[in-house]
């Protein structure tokens, strides 16, 4: 999978001139000055979720411990 490139880094990169001169050094640094010259491949991020769930008191006073448990289960989901 690759990263989308923006159409602003498109569009600067199809103007640079096909065959650098040494007096196109300038150009090069601003375009490395704006869009930077590395980009990240792969990350970790850490955080943190709080989740709160409340409950009738009918749904475990007619239910077991273990058919609530699942209920609660199914109801927290994320993607990645």
Known sequence: MFMKLS?????TVDMLPVQPKPSD??????ILD?????YLQRGTFGGRVRLFT???Q???RDRD???TSRQ?????????
């Not at 159409?7 to 569009?11: G, I, L, S, T, V």
């Not at 050094?25 to 601003?30: A, F, I, S, T």
């Open 7 to 11: 159409d602003d880094y498109k569009a």
């Open 25 to 30: 050094k300038d150009l090069y640094e601003n």
């Open 34 to 38: 704006y869009f930077g010259g590395w």
């Open 54 to 56: 409340f409950l009738k």
């Open 58 to 60: 009918e749904i475990t």
């Open 65 to 67: 411990e273990k058919w």
């Open 72 to 80: 609660l289960q199914l109801s927290f989901h994320y993607n990645m």
